[in-house]
């Protein structure tokens, strides 16, 4: 799923095409393309495009008074659409412009958990789903997210991982942040401290910035295997840092890496849910 790196640059990207274009109509290419029900898609026709926003991991296409917030889940895509085709692959919804190419919302796959929500752009950010958001990844300060740790204590891998904790991260960047901050994933967040706390801030910083200057060097959003890192999908690989093969901990729908060496004292986790917690 496209993270806080990949979801940016694409949002940087899409402006710099189409700011200021005007929107013609939107169009549902599938019934549960669009979320909401008011305010009507319609309210934005003919206003220019302001900005392609973030919040999360969730692109907003700004107009004034509506902005469309959209999400990609696993398999979506929002496509600069030059052919404009009446039926495309994994057509999702389209926003089409008085001039110039369309912008696609695209899904392979079978699930169709991509979607659009129009929103209010006065209200945006206060009414669903992005009031759900905790706090930016990248707006986290040492002292707020100590305090986030120890009123959610949990895994630190999943807590990285929960939107509504704090938003922007995924299963990739968990991995990597977790691994430059050398913190076990199954690190209670209520034992980090402002120690622990303060190194996965940096982390957050360092890893959010790498994988943002690669973005940044593409003509579209890259796929997961191309987006660089330490750990994640590299198991049997040696750690960049220690040679220590990097370990993994699969689950039903994410896997865990991480270098025993650099984040566990050596010790190799349990591959299931009852993994002791590790300081």
């Known amino acids: ?25 939107f169009t549902q290419l599938t019934f549960t393309a669009l979320k909401t029900a008011r305010p009507l898609p319609d309210d934005a026709y003919g206003l220019p ?5 973030r919040r999360g991991k969730y692109l907003l296409v700004e107009f004034e008074p509506v902005t469309f917030a959209v999400h990609l889940m696993q398999g979506g895509r929002l496509l600069v659409d030059q052919k404009m085709s009446a039926k495309p692959r994994g057509g999702q919804a389209r926003f089409t412009f008085a001039d110039g190419p369309a912008l696609l919302l695209t899904e392979q796959g079978t699930e169709r958990r991509a979607g ?14 992005l009031n759900r958001l905790g706090p930016e990844a990248l707006d986290v300060t040492p002292e707020s997210l100590n305090g986030l740790f120890l009123e959610h204590p949990m895994r630190v891998h999943g807590f990285l991982r929960d939107q509504h904790k704090i938003a922007g991260i995924g299963r990739r960047l968990a991995n990597e942040i977790c691994w430059q901050a050398k913190i076990s994933p199954f690190a209670s967040t209520a034992k980090l401290g402002i120690e622990g706390a303060t190194a996965v801030v940096q ?18 959003m890259s796929s997961s295997a191309d987006r660089p890192g330490g750990v994640h999908k590299r198991s049997g690989a040696p750690c960049p840092i220690d040679g220590t093969p990097i370990r993994d901990i699969e689950y039903s729908s994410y896997t865990v890496y991480y ?5 566990t004292n050596g010790k190799v986790l349990a591959d299931n849910t009852t993994s002791k917690f590790l300081k």
């Open 1 to 25: 799923m496209p993270e806080l790196p990949e979801v940016q640059a694409h949002a940087e990207r899409l402006t710099e095409t189409f700011h200021g274009q005007l929107l013609e109509r």
């Open 259 to 263: 270098c025993p060496t650099c984040q």
């Open 116 to 129: 659009v929500w129009a929103l209010p752009s006065a209200e945006a950010l206060t009414v669903p789903p």
């Open 49 to 53: 495009l302001q900005a392609v926003g």
């Open 203 to 220: 982390a957050i910083q360092s890893a959010c910035a790498e994988g943002l200057a690669y973005e940044r060097t593409r003509p579209d």
